[in-house]
């Protein structure tokens, strides 16, 4: 890419056309999902003038780097999953849950999970990992695996975004050179009024698209919305469960290891010693593909006992079959979103609004915001906004803290079709309507983003 100019007028129009082109084969035609991301990436970087070996190489670059990242975390996190239903590990959970918090609140449960959960790991391998506990509330209350699915992405997704330390926050901070303490403070602050947000905007569109999981793994759509309030603890002592402990063992040990991975992690980067080797075996335990399938090892040891070989591999098999269409249309998204990085159209839009007088808060967000849209990462998108930001709110004063937030803030607008997690999201409760995917998790995330900025702005106007 060292010395690429592009026609910036000539890529912007490239960009809307091949957006538009991409949102009508996905609608309108016959053209698999998959396929129509792929060539709209292409028709982008036709249109928009990119040398035609930089095009192929985004694409490819583009799939094997966002697979490369969660591909193998989705085929375990999906063979771990068949496992917790066939074994009823996830009714139990669900029964926990429930227990708990008392029925009717399956999408509180959901919600302040993910929102715990995603502090210290990916919203991706949180999203695979808790999956199999919102279809088992959603099969055994009668509630929309919508608006439970829904609830938890976007408890994932906010603290993802906003909470250090995920990279993304933690990067950013590093650029504005926030306090990250401070960071993780306001951010939670800031958080909690987008998870009440998007908490009931889930619960009102999961009664629009009311669907519920099949007992053949699929989804049907009853005519009539039933919540089944009265007899479905009593239904779940009647099951032949596993342990509470045996249950969770599965999720809580990637959890766990992936936690201290973050803070061994941060030890290292604060004190600027090189990690020694025990420091050095947590961390490559605590990636998420190791951790995750060393929770994929657990539940084949302990969740499989009444089943051949045979029986197992069948298992597997079946949660695999799941996985292909997730995989692939996850790596077409991540495609198109390279063809946009390379392009370089986002900092071109970027730099231009960094030289007009909007307020110095705002502009991280602002900048976030479109990079997030053209793109598709929300970790790039923060990233980019500091870079190009950073020198001028640092000019005018602006506090680093809410600089920093304003820019994770703006990165989760409008989550669509070059986003992997929206693929993640869609695919995982089953929504493969254009339509539906956006009114679902589309507006979800921009729901999160404006009410962010809303808290932003409030919270800055006071302690700023």
């Given at each position: ?6 026609n910036?007028?000539?890529m ?7 957006l ?22 292409i ?16 694409i ?6 966002t ?14 999953g068949?496992i ?5 590990a ?29 502090i ?11 999956a199999?506990?919102a ?5 055994s ?26 990279p ?31 908490l ?5 569109y999961g009664?629009?698209?009311?669907q ?17 309030s ?5 239904s ?5 469960m ?17 936690l201290?991975?973050t ?24 990636t ?20 051949t070989r045979k ?7 079946k ?5 292909g ?6 790596g ?6 390279r ?7 986002g900092?071109?839009?970027?730099e ?59 990165s ?53």
């Open positions: 890419m060292e010395g690429l100019v592009l910036s007028d000539r912007i129009i490239a960009l809307i056309i091949g538009v082109l991409l949102i009508a084969m996905i609608v309108k035609t016959k053209i698999h999902t998959f396929l129509a991301l792929i060539i709209a990436a028709f982008i970087g036709l249109a928009g003038g990119m040398p035609y070996d930089l095009i192929l190489t985004s490819t670059d583009g799939f094997g780097g697979l490369g990242s969660i591909g193998i975390i989705i085929g375990f996190g999906v063979m771990m068949q917790f239903e066939e074994s009823n996830a009714k139990r959970m669900a029964y926990t849950f429930l227990k708990i918090l008392g029925q009717g609140k399956e999408e509180i449960a959901m919600s302040i999970t993910g929102f715990l959960v995603s210290p790991i990916f919203c991706d391998s949180g999203f695979i990992i808790l199999p506990i279809k088992a509330l959603s099969s209350t009668g509630k929309s695996i919508v608006s439970i699915g829904l609830a938890l992405a976007s408890g994932l997704v906010i603290t993802h975004s906003v909470v250090p330390p995920t993304g926050p933690v990067g950013a901070a590093g650029i504005f050179e926030a306090n990250v303490g401070l960071v993780i403070l306001w951010g939670i602050v800031i958080a909690i009024p987008m998870m009440l947000a998007t009931t905007y889930a619960k009102y009664k629009k698209v009311y519920l999981p099949s007992e053949d793994g699929g989804w049907v759509r009853p005519e009539k919305q039933e919540y089944v009265s007899n479905v603890i009593k779940f002592d009647k099951e032949e596993p342990s509470t402990l045996v249950s969770f063992i599965p999720i809580i040990v990637p959890i766990i290891l992936i201290i991975n803070i061994i992690a941060a030890i290292v980067k604060t004190s600027g010693v090189e990690a020694n080797s025990i420091q050095q075996f947590f961390i490559f335990l605590g998420p593909i190791v951790a995750v399938g060393i929770g994929l090892l657990i539940a084949i040891f302990t969740l499989t006992g009444n089943l029986e197992t591999m069948h298992v597997f098999e949660g695999i079959q799941s996985a269409i997730i995989i692939l249309v996850t077409g998204g991540g495609a198109l979103g063809v946009l990085t390379n392009s370089g159209v900092t071109q839009i970027a231009t609004i960094a030289k007009t007088n909007i307020p110095a808060i705002i502009l991280p967000f602002i900048i976030a915001t479109i990079i997030r849209f053209i793109q598709g990462s929300g970790t790039v998108a923060m990233l980019t906004a500091a870079s190009i930001a950073a020198p001028i709110t640092t000019s005018l004063g602006v506090d680093p803290t809410f600089a920093t937030l304003s820019a994770c803030i703006g989760m607008f409008f989550s669509y079709f070059n986003d992997s997690f929206f693929w993640v999201v869609n695919r995982t409760i089953g929504i493969d309507d254009a339509k539906e995917q956006i009114r679902g998790y589309s507006i979800t995330s921009t729901i999160a983003w404006a009410v962010g900025f809303i808290t932003l702005l409030i919270v800055n106007a006071l302690f700023g």
